[in-house]
């Protein structure tokens, strides 16, 4: 079992930057494929970005270029910057874990969830 725990998230004009930190208990970090989901007032949970298969990054289209996904094994934490933000990008941001090997784009793959980390982007 894991437990993921996001900061980062804040308050930032359009066109500025966060970065999203998920730190994850456990000493099998290592084994688990982790990805960054998003929720908006009313909204579906939406993908974000992700480790796919072989550590190959995954990404939205809405995000593709402008996020990266990335990950420090030794401070089992995963990170996600993001760059040039619009108030499209106004969410909550959630990390999630799984060991299991389904599809990362998708919210039921994952079993374990943080607690999310409000990010707001003005105009």
């Known amino acids: 079992q894991v437990q993921l725990v996001e900061s980062g998230g804040g308050l930032v004009q359009a066109g500025g930057s966060l970065r999203l930190s998920c730190a994850a208990s456990g000493r099998t970090f290592t084994s688990y494929r982790m990805g960054w989901f998003r929720q908006a007032p009313g909204k579906e949970r939406e993908f974000v970005a992700a480790?796919?298969?072989?550590?190959?990054?995954n990404y939205a289209d809405s995000v593709k270029g402008r996020f990266t996904i990335s990950r420090d094994d030794a401070k089992n934490t995963v990170y996600l910057q993001m760059n040039s933000l619009t108030p499209e990008d106004t969410a909550v941001y959630l990390c999630?874990?799984?060991?299991?090997?389904?599809?990362?784009?998708?919210?039921?793959?994952?079993?374990?969830w943080g607690q999310g980390t409000q990010v707001t982007v003005s105009s």
């Open positions: 480790f796919a298969r072989g550590g190959i990054t």
């Open positions: 999630a874990a799984t060991a299991r090997i389904l599809r990362d784009d998708l919210p039921r793959s994952y079993d374990y």
